[in-house]
């Protein structure tokens, strides 16, 4: 069992920073791509940005291009989300994932994520 730990969350004012912080035992040799995802009361949980197989590849919803950047840290299986210039509709519950190694899918697709930490919230004032 992959068990994530998510850190770094908080309250910011628009147009402030924050840097996400996934420990993700396993990445690499039992998971092949990590998620984050954000979700909002009444709303489904949505993909924000993906990294895949130690950094072969990103993904970004297209809220996020441009202003965050997923990154990780091999020594440390650790990935993380570099969040600038935020905006009020970037509040949320921030939720990383895992996806078994070999699973395939679709990097926004919550449903093939395997694990799941327990969520870090982001709360971002006008």
């Known amino acids: 069992q992959v068990q994530l730990v998510e850190s770094g969350g908080g309250s910011v004012q628009a147009g402030g920073s924050l840097r996400l912080t996934c420990a993700a035992p396993?990445?690499?040799?039992?998971?092949?791509?990590v998620g984050w995802f954000r979700q909002v009361p009444g709303k489904e949980r949505e993909a924000v940005a993906s990294i895949y197989m130690n950094g072969r590849s990103t993904d970004y919803a297209d809220s996020a291009r441009g202003r965050f950047t997923i990154s990780q840290d091999n020594a440390k299986n650790t990935v993380y989300l570099q969040m600038s210039n935020l905006k009020t509709e970037d509040t949320g519950m921030y939720y990383c994932?895992?996806?078994?190694?070999?699973?395939?899918?679709?990097?926004?697709?919550?449903?093939?994520?395997?694990?799941w930490g327990q969520g870090t919230q982001v709360t971002v004032s006008s």
């Open positions: 396993g990445y690499g040799s039992s998971t092949d791509r």
């Open positions: 994932a895992a996806r078994r190694l070999g699973y395939g899918g679709a990097w926004n697709k919550a449903g093939d994520y395997q694990y």
